[in-house]
Each structure stands twice: as C-alpha cells, then as structure tokens.
C-alpha cells in the first residue's frame, strides 16, 4: 500500500477554480483508494491574487500557495505541474514545464487553437522522459470504460451510427454575467471547446476510431450579457463551486458559441452525430451517447452514470430489450479499490483514475492516456467544426498523422 515511505510525487498545479476543486480532490485521494508506486504530495497552488491562492490553499489542501507560475516550474521539488487555467494559458505554460523536466497533466480542450495544441505537441516531443496528458476525465468513468471494452470485444458488432450529446442549461438565463467562457480570447470557443470536446474524445475512445471529416453549424443565443461582478472576498469563496458568477454593472459582447451541432465520419466510414449547447433547460449534466452496430447498441447518460444500457440484436426479437448493466461490479474498470456492488460512484471518482492512471505511468515509463497528441486530434477536430460553421456548414476533412 502507498504508505510515507513511498516515493514522493511533488505536485504544482496552477489555478483553482471549479477544475481545481476537481483535481485538488483528486489528488487528496487516489493515494487512499489505489496502491501506488509513488505518493503524491499536494506541495503548491498557484493563482494571481494572494489572499484568494493562500485561502484556496487552506480549503483544498496544499501545502502552500504561490502567484507566479514560472517560479513554481523551476523549483527542483516540483516533480508535476497541473494545469487548471483558461484555455489561453495551457500552452505557455505547459511548454516551460515541459522545458523545465516536470510531467504535465493539462485541462482540455489542450488549448485554444491548433498551433497552440502542436507547438503542445512538439514541445512534449522533445521532453521524451515527461508525461504530457490531457484531461479528458469522462473516459474514466467505469461505465463509458465498459463501453469501450464491449465494443473492442464485439458486443454489437460492427460499428454503423453514433449519436453523442453534451446538454447544460447554465447559461440559459440570458441575464447570467459575462465570465471567460464567454471570451473567445480565454476559452477558444464556446459550448463547442468547453463541452463538445468531450464528446468528440468519448465517441473516439469508445469506438476506438476517430473522425476523419466533419460539417457543422454554431450559434450564439445571447449577443451580450452583463459584466461579472468582481470575485466574492476569499473567506466568502469556500465551499461549493460555482461556474456562473454574479452580475455587475454594465454588459459586454459574448464571443463565443452558445451551441454547436455537427456530423462525421469515423474511420470505418461509420456516421457520427453531436450536439452541444449550455441552453438546454432542464438538463444540467447530460453527457450522452448512444452507439449502433451491425449485431447490437450501447447507451449511456452521464446523469445516470453508473448504468450502461445493452441491446443485444443477436436474440430473439420476442425477448429483445434494452438491458441495464449495473457498472458498480469489482470486475468493472477501475471499480476493484472501491465500494461493494450496487454503492455508486459520483462525478470526483473519474478525476482520481485519472490521477491513478497518471501516476502508474510515470512509475512504469508507460504513456499516459490520452496524450497531447490526442488533445491535437480534437483541437483539429474543434478547427475544422468552427470552419464549417464559418462557410456555410460545408465538408470539412481533419488530418489523422498523429498515432493513437
């Protein structure tokens, strides 16, 4: 078991908002649920304002704070550096600590344009002994892992049609205020970059394929919004996170897409469809897709996220149904560390296997899934989706050179 004695992991992770709270769970835990060869160690939190970075460190529990970022990469305890920014950050950063020897785990999508996302790339490339993952956490969720391996074992066939959706509704109140999810400068894009690239990534890891073209239409709902009140005071900020902010004074322009809808093909010549959008009212965390094959279908709902549901074409037509698997089995992926059958897991558990998952690799000189490389495939796919909407939703090919 992971014990005092083991190896340390010295963590900096940089930023601390809603992604932060994640990832501090995160790596508060995973030394408790999974045996691993090297013990992390919650050493730095970084952020800009002082007192809000030194309260954030108090609550989430690091062992001190900091508030510029490039002295943190270069201090030789660091062994790990977290990247819980906006979009317009992840490259800047990533690639000094890359330069400086330190694994990086970095938020998605990996940043907020495909040069940023290849000069990602390029820079993990020439740091060859570093991890370089980005975090595309909904594939570490037992039942989309299941997923994955009935399709591989031939659970339903060959592979015909996907549908895939990732619906909110938190930005459907068209007087909630401006924050940087709403800045194409910070965040790239919109419902598209923020929640479409999780899907794009699910549907790939799930079937094992990825999109080889795409059309696609954006639209924005709301032209402006009121400006963001400035951040409570720190002693008002713990406790539950919030993405929404509170408004000000005056209104400023949105600049992103508040929905996105597109099609593809993946490499079998399979049809995929996606959606989108933070204005789908009654809908909170809807991460969804649905997978049809030749011999059966795959169903999933995040907000049911510890069932996946199984059609198996191959019986009887008058005893055909959808059945529900109950993914809270020990044999389940990632499931043997936790509870007894039938006691679910919730929306922090995908965030430790994906610091478990990290951490093995680093011991064991494995790739760390999935890679920046990875991240590239869907920033070009975010590209190409963003092009077709610009030109009148028309075919867009993505390039496919990066291994997976």
Request: aromatic share 8%; proline share 6%; hydrophobic share 45%.
């Amino acid at each position: 078991m992971t014990t005092s004695s083991t190896p340390p992991l010295r963590v900096a992770m940089i930023g601390y908002a809603f992604m932060g709270a994640a990832h501090s769970q995160a790596w508060r835990t995973a030394a408790h649920v999974a045996e691993l060869p090297l013990r992390p160690e919650m050493a730095v939190v970084v952020g800009r304002h002082a007192d809000s970075v030194s309260a954030a460190a108090n609550h989430l529990g690091w062992q001190e704070s900091a508030t510029v970022w490039r002295q943190v990469i270069e201090r030789p305890d660091i062994d790990l550096v977290d990247i819980c920014t906006p979009g317009d950050t992840h490259a800047e950063i990533a690639t000094a600590a890359l330069a400086a020897g330190k694994h990086v785990l970095c938020e998605k999508p990996l940043a907020n344009s495909v040069a940023e996302a290849e000069a990602m790339v390029a820079a993990a490339a020439a740091a060859p002994a570093q991890q370089a993952m980005v975090g595309f956490t909904y594939r570490r969720t037992p039942a989309v892992a299941l997923a994955r391996e009935m399709v591989a074992d031939g659970a339903i066939g060959t592979v015909r049609q996907v549908r895939a959706q990732y619906l909110q509704d938190w930005l459907s109140d068209e007087n909630s205020p401006l924050t940087w999810r709403m800045d194409k400068e910070k965040a790239g894009s919109g419902a598209l970059g923020d929640i479409g690239a999780h899907i794009i990534d699910a549907v790939e890891f799930v079937t094992g394929q990825r999109l080889t073209g795409v059309a696609g239409r954006l639209e924005t709902f709301v032209k402006q919004r009121p400006v963001a009140a400035p951040p409570a005071p720190p002693a008002a900020s713990p406790g539950r996170t919030s993405i929404v902010g509170t408004a000000g004074e005056g209104y400023g322009p949105v600049t992103v897409d508040d929905a996105a809808v597109f099609f593809g093909t993946l490499e079998s010549g399979a049809l995929a469809a996606f959606e989108a959008s933070r204005f789908a009212l009654g809908r909170k965390n809807a991460f969804r897709f649905e997978i049809n094959g030749s011999d059966g279908s795959l169903a999933f709902d995040f907000e049911s996220m510890n069932v996946l549901e199984h059609y198996d074409g191959r019986i009887p037509a008058d005893r055909a149904g959808f059945s529900r698997i109950l993914v809270t089995e020990p044999t389940h992926p990632y499931l043997s560390s936790w509870w007894p059958p039938g006691h679910g897991l919730g929306y922090e558990h995908g965030f430790t296997h994906q610091v478990i998952d990290l951490v093995q690799a680093i011991a064991s000189g494995g790739i760390a899934r999935p890679t920046f490389a990875d991240g590239l495939h869907v920033q070009q796919v975010l590209s190409a989706v963003e092009a077709s909407s610009a030109a009148g939703s028309g075919w867009q090919p993505i390039p496919l050179e990066q291994e997976h």
